[in-house]
């Protein structure tokens, strides 16, 4: 069960933070085509992703089942850099800090956190301002991705960057299953 988050303890939750495993590939793609706000990749993205960037991603799980994620990467051209590609809970769950406890998780051993959203996704963007906010780091944000540059119809997206976090001193990697 995660119980700890940087910064000091949280309430006990009814669900535990660890790293993606292969088999969790599908259920993220679920998860991902549940949110109604997440691009979906194809499921065979999600399965890569669990096995190639596992280190650096969580999942939520409550009795067993895959209720969120988020995957995330470090940028090759920045290594002190976690980007955060996707964060999805399952719409029973939302509400409940399991977003903010996976990425909690996540932000320890890096010395920023990267992500992009559009401006419609204000659940994220509350989400990332208060990581910020509760961390006491910096949160900037800039246009990245205009409409124009992508092939299809697509809203802006826009980098926040958060950090920097002071030097790391413990593992990026959630606690619990591996």
């Known amino acids: 069960m995660f119980t700890e988050r940087i910064g000091g303890p949280v309430p006990a939750a009814p669900f535990s933070v660890g ?5 969790d590939g599908s259920a ?26 596992a280190a650096t991603s969580a999942v939520a799980r409550l009795d067993g089942e895959v ?28 509400g409940r800090g399991v977003a903010r406890a996976m990425l909690d998780a996540l932000v320890g051993g890096t010395r920023y956190v990267e992500t992009t959203v559009t401006a419609s996704n204000t659940a994220s963007i509350r989400l990332f ?11 900037t944000r800039e246009p990245l991705f205009t409409t124009g540059v992508f092939p299809d119809p697509h809203e802006a997206e826009e980098l926040h960057r958060l950090g920097p976090w002071p030097e790391p001193n413990h593992p990026r990697t959630p606690p619990g299953e591996t």
Do not use: C, E, K
């Open 19 to 23: 790293r993606p495993r292969i088999a």
């Open 129 to 139: 301002t208060a990581v910020a906010r509760d961390h006491g780091v910096g949160h």
């Open 67 to 94: 209720i969120g994620f988020v995957t995330g990467y470090t940028r090759p051209d920045a290594p002190d850099t976690l980007f955060v590609w996707q964060v999805g809970v399952a719409m029973r769950h939302r």
């Open 28 to 53: 993220l793609w679920r998860l991902a085509g549940g949110t109604g706000t997440l691009d979906v990749n194809s499921s065979y993205a999600y399965l890569l992703w669990a096995r190639d960037f």
